[in-house]
């Protein structure tokens, strides 16, 4: 490591100062300190989110679900509000990394990142949520913005994110067992105005599926998920796996998402 300053403010107005000053934002480290230890990020000055009460806190109003910046992934898994209104999120948070991951990765952090690969991305994306933050509330259809990048400015942190309860909703992926991210994801979730598909793992960023969407609106069997032929021109092919053989995995998980959420 390198010298670099750390300042630790009580409230998200003192926070925001700082990182529109220039600071970086630090939440459990899961991704930053590793990136500052490989020098692909060399910020002369951090700013623990950890000290910030504003930041805690899961609540739920009626149909809908409020989740704090800073809830570690582990507190989300075993939140009963969670469990009970939007299990799948719970599912999802519990299947995160490994022990020392859930324990200090936060969902503010996860969804800031933006990894092509995090499993979050894909709840907040498949689920219609609203990203919180110190200036403004934004939906996450228009949150997302490809390869680490989202709608966030340089001086904005995210507070919160705001969950609509699903009537139904899974989450389905392929462990990648070396960085244990998901290989693809797909996270998939039934409200009355329809069906939303999320991917992640698959492209340069979580997107949602309108092909299966349209299918599951009109039929939601795993039939139906099946029938959609996945265009793999603009998925990704690495060493891990080709392009066709993430087409596939989008449409298999999604209709395993779909008999889960059968029964
Ligand atoms: C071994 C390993 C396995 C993992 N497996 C998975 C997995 O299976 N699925 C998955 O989804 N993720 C996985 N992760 C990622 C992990 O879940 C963390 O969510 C992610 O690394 C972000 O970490 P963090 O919350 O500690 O944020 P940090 O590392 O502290 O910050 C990440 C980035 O977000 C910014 N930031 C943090 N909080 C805020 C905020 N409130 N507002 C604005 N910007 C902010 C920081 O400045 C930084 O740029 C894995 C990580 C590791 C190390």
Redesign the pocket.
């Known amino acids: 490591m390198y010298a670099f300053t750390l300042e630790r403010p009580a409230s998200v107005a003192d926070a925001a100062r700082l990182?529109g000053a220039g600071a970086?934002?630090?939440?459990?480290?899961?991704?930053?300190?590793?990136?500052m230890k490989l020098r692909l990020?060399a910020?002369e000055q951090l700013v623990d989110?950890g000290g910030i009460s504003e930041?805690t806190g899961i609540r739920r109003d009626g149909d809908t679900l409020t989740v704090g910046?800073?809830s570690?992934?582990v507190e989300v898994a075993n939140n009963a509000d969670v469990k009970a209104a939007f299990p799948a999120l719970a599912d999802?948070a519990s299947?995160?990394?490994?022990r020392?991951?859930?324990a200090?990765?936060?969902?503010?952090?996860?969804?800031?990142?933006n990894?092509p690969?995090?499993?979050?991305?894909s709840a907040v994306l498949g689920a219609g949520a609203t990203i919180v933050?110190?200036k403004r509330e934004i939906a996450a259809d228009d949150f997302f913005l490809g390869l680490f990048t989202t709608a966030?400015e340089e001086d904005?942190?995210?507070?919160a994110i705001r969950f609509p309860v699903p009537k139904h909703a899974a989450y389905e992926?392929l462990?990648q067992k070396a960085?244990?991210?998901?290989l693809v994801?797909v996270f998939l979730a039934q409200y009355d105005g329809g069906v939303r598909v999320a991917v992640?793992g698959a492209g340069n960023g979580v997107f949602r599926h309108a092909g299966l969407e349209e299918a599951l609106n009109r039929d939601f069997t795993a039939a139906s998920a099946a029938s959609v032929k996945i265009d793999a021109s603009e998925l990704n092919s690495d060493l891990h796996a080709s392009a066709a053989y993430r087409a596939n995995l989008i449409s298999v998980l999604t209709q395993r998402a779909v008999a889960r959420v059968l029964g």
């Open positions: 990182v970086k934002p630090l939440a459990g480290g899961q991704t930053l300190l590793a990136s990020s910020p989110l930041l910046a800073m570690r992934h999802l299947r995160i990394g490994d020392q991951v859930r200090m990765g936060t969902i503010g952090g996860s969804v800031a990142n990894d690969a995090a499993c979050y991305p933050t110190s966030l904005e942190l995210i507070t992926k462990r960085s244990q991210f998901p994801g992640t």
